[in-house]
């Protein structure tokens, strides 16, 4: 079954204490990419990548890292948490370039830092 | 920068019942694509719906519409027939046709059914 996986599903944080949202997507996509949905802002991009070894920052980068070793994985890293950073995260994968443009997202991370 | 503009933070309609989400974007573009998606308390995104801007005719899928409006920059969505399962956050969303994958989400409209 073609999807993207995200672990953990949930997840309560203290401030400071790194922590790995992993992402491995089955579809053998080029793209792929991080947002954070918070109420009435919608979903935000905070990176991608357009293939592996290459990545970027979106629009709210700030406090995060991002890697891509391979072209399956994309891990988020926040090597010191914040309560802003408090969210829900979703993982996106799609073929690069031109095509219908749709975005397959995983099922979401739920973040709470203390 | 692409922005994406929902005014209704929330709708209420009855069920079988017809509800319009509306949905603007400010772009000086004229090759892209906009979407609807759909994120039901399982807090799953599914695709609902898809325009191509090039295309004058309105996407329709099952009981879901737009109406496209490209002079006017606006992408509502109709849903006919309401069920129980429609209620959900519907996020419209716009995607440059020629500068990445990048997807501009509006803030969301949440839908209620009322049974």
């Known amino acids: 079954e073609a999807q993207v996986t995200q672990n953990p599903r949930y997840l309560i944080t203290v401030t400071g204490k790194k922590l790995t949202v992993t992402c491995s997507q089955n579809?053998?996509?080029?793209?792929m990419s991080w947002y954070r949905q918070d109420p009435g802002l919608g979903l935000r991009q905070i990176y991608y990548s357009m293939n592996v070894e290459v990545t970027d920052k979106g629009d709210v980068p700030e406090g995060y890292k991002v890697s891509r070793k391979e072209k399956r994985n994309f891990p988020l890293i926040l090597e010191s948490p914040s309560p802003n950073q408090t969210s829900l995260y979703f993982c996106a994968s799609t073929l690069r370039g031109r095509n219908t443009g749709e975005l397959f997202f995983g099922e979401g991370s739920r973040l709470t830092v203390l | 920068a692409q922005t994406v503009t929902q005014s209704q933070p929330e709708m209420s309609v009855q069920e079988a019942e017809t509800v319009t989400l509306s949905c603007t974007y400010d772009t000086s573009e004229s090759d892209y694509y906009l979407f609807w998606y759909k994120q039901p308390p399982s807090r799953q995104m599914i695709l609902v719906i898809r325009q191509e801007a090039y295309k004058q005719q309105n996407a329709t899928e099952n009981r879901f519409s737009v109406n496209f409006q490209k002079a006017a920059k606006s992408f509502s969505l109709k849903i006919s027939d309401s069920q129980l399962g429609d209620a959900a956050m519907y996020f419209c969303?716009?995607?440059?046709?020629?500068?990445?994958?990048?997807?501009?989400f509006g803030g969301g409209t949440r839908v209620l059914v009322k049974p």
């Open positions: 969303a716009y995607r440059s046709g020629e500068a990445g994958n990048k997807l501009t």
């Open positions: 579809m053998n996509h080029e793209y």
